[in-house]
């Protein structure tokens, strides 16, 4: 008897939790993608990594990102002006 007692949440409560976590989590994916936002893009998880930017604990993370689209690593470097493509040559 007594887990007739036990006090359960009700499903309407985790239905409302859930809702509310989801609904702060698009908001702030929204906040951090709007052109304006104040966090700086070296700290910004959706800005491409620039060369000049300092190294935070997010570098790492960006620097893997950008190596995996290699058209984006080549805007990347080619936009530090310290590399440019080579012709190719055939053998």
Known sequence: MS???EKRRSPLKRSAALFVLVAVALIGSALLRHPDTP?????NVFEPPSVSDPITPLTHWKLDWATSDP?????????????????????
């Not at 966090?39 to 700290?43: G, K, T």
């Not at 002006?81 to 053998?91: A, F, Q, S, Y």
């Open 3 to 5: 887990d007739k007692f």
């Open 39 to 43: 966090l700086p893009d070296r700290w």
């Open 71 to 91: 058209k984006l690593y080549k805007e990347i470097i080619q936009s530090a002006g310290r590399i440019t493509e080579m012709e190719r040559v055939g053998l």
